[in-house]
């Protein structure tokens, strides 16, 4: 059953997953049938009777077959997730195949294959089979699965540690099979083995903590045990710890010894709140501010080696041109509700009641009104949703349908209101409003509920249809005059499976954290006089309000990233082309160059030791400036 459910867990698959999942299903059916046989042939009494194997093993392989087929069917050709009706009715319906299986298989095959395997040395097969099975499911567990399957992994284990319990168990039974029980117990260290030979620069221990395995939680575990000071890291098994006699000591400590070597001398970043609001003497400033965010958005400059995502950002680049575009801008952390809020706050790491006055109030405190138009809950943080005079939140419901597009509607719902503030009696006008068709499930055409082709194919149909809006959205608005300001950014980006990561939220990948900015203009002189554009999230509410007043903007130039998954926590910051990322959790750093390595393939730390340490500097100021600040994360 552990394979049922853990198949169960996958509510959208990429082509790799899926192709893999075909392939596995009949021996995975075969190999747990034999396993759920033989633990009831041993609770009975029964493990030399091969009739009984004769009798139940081609039911239960068939009905096994079945259960995994349907309930893969059910997760990946429905536009859904997994416990809603129609993967639910997809369940039932499989269940009942599965019996009907067994019960004709049982009134076809009585009295028939019962003969056929009594002279089986059971033991020996059933002790085999196991220990293939079992390490069969560490492999997959540990090379091919994502890590954003995390359901997936922990129905495994069970399944892993059943299978090897009953290869030993049989193996002890039996001298000859005790190299059996031997091979099954390796099991469990051999991709630990495989990667200690590969010869990976950073090493093995790097490599392990990289996949949330059964071999990560091992070494996690060790590390906990081996932590002599109670800091969180120990100075064995590659914890990073070069004291673990002083609490004090340990990677990126901020208030003692930095065992990184990063924070000496370190002076905490400053944080920059929005500017007071005093116009510059005769500046021409746009009389509608239009922000966009647009939900889960990567464009083809953001991964040439997804050739399926080529052109889908058309309308993007072809404003840019017309405008100023930045492809290389980054988000502060892989979740919108984090994400909204630095954006609207200009934080790193947003509070409830955030230190700095909110990019709306701020906007209303100049005598502009406030509008924003909400597709979904975690778009509007409730401190954000105080900050506008109103919020229209009416696309939420059609929104909220998996097979819905509402890209449509909210552009229609901006336009209309953009006509309204466009006479000149009126007050100028903020607006903010957020697309979310691209954000999984993943839907091509709108309305259909079928997933039959790629996700890939299916998320490049979103960002189309997104891009064809905003060129609509671009449009209205020179059609209104040429009085406005268009500024278009993403909550994040979204991973399709590079690095062994899907959709977003668990990782500082390139894929999940890079983010375009465009700012655009019927009329070029309403554009900021600066050529700098905001190089993270938590610059663009500092761009517009300097674009509201007329005033330069100057960018920092670099970007900090965060994020908290799977009990781990990542930092990152990018700054001219290159990124560092390092998992204070599991001890782990790496440093590309993504101008020229968009996949991440090619790890320089221990080429450029240098530029680890000047970025690294940065990162614990980053981390200082951090430290005692309570971030509250928003899930998705």
Same mark, same amino acid.
């Given at each position: 059953?552990?394979?049922?459910v ?6 959208f ?12 299903l009949?021996?995975?059916a075969i190999?747990?049938?034999?396993l ?9 009494g029964r493990?030399?009777d091969g ?11 068939a009905?096994s ?5 349907g ?9 859904d997730?997994? =416990?809603?009706? @129609?993967? +639910? *009715?997809?369940?039932?319906?499989? $269940?009942a &195949?599965?019996? /009907?299986?067994?019960?004709?298989? !049982? ?17 020996r097969?059933?002790?085999?089979l196991?220990?293939?099975v ?7 567990d ?9 359901s997936f992994h ?17 193996? =002890?039974?039996? @001298?000859? +099979? *005790?190299?059996?029980?031997v091979? $099954?117990? &390796?099991?469990? /260290?051999?991709?630990?083995?495989? !990667?200690?030979g ?6 093995v221990y790097?490599?392990?903590a ?15 045990l ?10 064995a ?21 930095d065992?990184?070597?990063w924070?000496?001398?370190? *002076?905490?970043l ?6 007071e609001? /005093?116009?510059?003497a005769g500046? !021409?400033?746009?009389?509608?501010i ?14 040439p080696?997804?050739h399926?995502?080529?052109g889908?950002c058309?309308n ?6 017309q ?9 502060t952390?892989?979740s919108t ?5 630095s ?12 230190a ?10 100049q ?11 975690n ?5 954000v949703a105080?900050?506008f005079?109103?919020?229209?939140r009416?696309p939420?419901?059609l ?12 552009t229609?719902?901006a336009?209309?209101?953009?006509r ?19 954000h ?14 790629d ?35 993403a ?9 062994g990561a899907?959709h ?21 002189a ?10 993270s999230l ?6 517009l ?14 970007a ?6 799977h009990?781990k ?9 290159f ?10 750093m ?8 968009l ?6 730390v221990t080429q450029?030791?240098?530029l ?25």
């Amino acid at each position: 059953m552990a394979s049922l459910v853990g198949i169960a867990s996958w509510p959208f698959t990429s082509r790799l997953a899926a192709s893999l999942a075909a392939i596995l299903l009949l021996p995975l059916a075969i190999g747990f049938s034999l396993l759920w046989s033989v633990v009831y042939a041993l609770v009975v009494g029964r493990v030399q009777d091969g009739a009984w194997f004769g009798k139940w093993l081609p039911s239960l392989s068939a009905a096994s077959l079945v259960l995994l087929i349907g309930t893969y069917a059910s997760n990946v050709l429905f536009i859904d997730t997994a =416990l809603q009706a @129609r993967t +639910l *009715v997809g369940y039932v319906v499989t $269940a009942a &195949l599965a019996g /009907l299986v067994i019960l004709v298989l !049982r009134a076809w095959g009585r009295g028939r294959a019962g003969p056929t395997l009594r002279g089986v040395r059971l033991r020996r097969v059933s002790a085999l089979l196991a220990a293939a099975v079992g390490l069969a499911l560490v492999i997959v567990d540990s090379t091919f699965l994502t890590e954003s399957y995390w359901s997936f992994h922990v129905g495994l284990l069970p399944a892993m540690v059943g299978a090897f319990t009953i290869a030993a168990g049989l193996g =002890l039974l039996e @001298r000859r +099979l *005790v190299p059996v029980a031997v091979m $099954a117990m &390796l099991g469990l /260290l051999a991709p630990g083995a495989w !990667r200690l030979g590969s010869g990976v620069p950073q090493g093995v221990y790097d490599q392990m903590a990289s996949i949330p395995t059964l071999q990560q939680r091992a070494l996690l575990l060790g590390r906990r045990l081996l932590d002599r000071d109670g800091d969180g890291y120990s100075a064995a098994l590659g914890g990073g710890d070069c004291d673990d006699r002083d609490p004090a000591a340990f990677p990126l400590a901020t208030g003692g010894r930095d065992c990184l070597g990063w924070s000496a001398g370190v *002076v905490p970043l400053p944080t920059r709140g929005l500017p007071e609001p /005093l116009l510059e003497a005769g500046a !021409r400033v746009p009389r509608m501010i239009v922000l966009v965010t647009v939900d889960a958005l990567r464009c083809a400059e953001t991964a040439p080696e997804r050739h399926l995502l080529d052109g889908v950002c058309a309308n993007i680049t072809r404003l840019g041109k017309q405008g100023r575009l930045r492809m290389d801008g980054h988000t502060t952390y892989p979740s919108t509700g984090v994400a909204i809020q630095s954006l609207h706050s200009g934080e790193v790491f947003p509070r409830d009641g955030a230190a700095h006055e909110l990019l709306a109030a701020w906007m209303g405190r100049q005598g502009r009104s406030t509008h924003a138009i909400s597709t979904h809950r975690n778009q509007m943080p409730a401190p954000v949703a105080r900050s506008f005079q109103t919020v229209d939140r009416e696309p939420q419901a059609l929104a909220a349908q998996g097979t819905a597009s509402s890209a449509a509607v909210v552009t229609d719902r901006a336009l209309a209101k953009l006509r309204e503030y466009a006479p000149s009696a009126k007050p100028p006008l903020f607006m903010w409003l957020h697309y979310y068709d691209p954000h999984a499930p993943y839907v091509d055409p709108p309305g259909s509920a079928w997933a039959l082709e790629d996700a890939e194919v299916r998320y490049a149909a979103e960002v189309r249809r997104v891009d064809a809006e905003l060129g609509r959205l671009a449009e209205g608005i020179s059609a209104l005059g040429s009085d406005a300001l268009l500024f278009v950014t993403a909550d994040h980006g979204e991973e399709l499976d590079e690095k062994g990561a899907s959709h977003h939220g668990s990782t500082l990948n390139e894929a999940a954290i890079r983010i375009p900015m465009l700012a655009w203009s019927p009329d070029r002189a309403l554009l900021n006089d600066s050529s700098d554009m905001p190089a993270s999230l938590a610059e663009v509410a500092g761009y517009l309000a300097a674009s509201a007043l007329g005033q330069p903007f100057v960018s920092d130039d670099r970007a900090f990233s965060w994020v908290l998954s799977h009990g781990k926590r990542e930092v990152g910051i990018y700054r001219d082309g290159f990124k560092l990322t390092y998992d204070q959790g599991l001890n782990v750093m790496a440093l590309y160059d993504v101008r020229h390595d968009l996949g991440e393939l090619r790890d320089l730390v221990t080429q450029r030791p240098e530029l680890v340490q000047s970025l690294g500097e940065q990162l614990a100021s980053f981390e200082a400036a951090a430290a005692g600040r309570a971030a509250r994360t928003f899930s998705e």
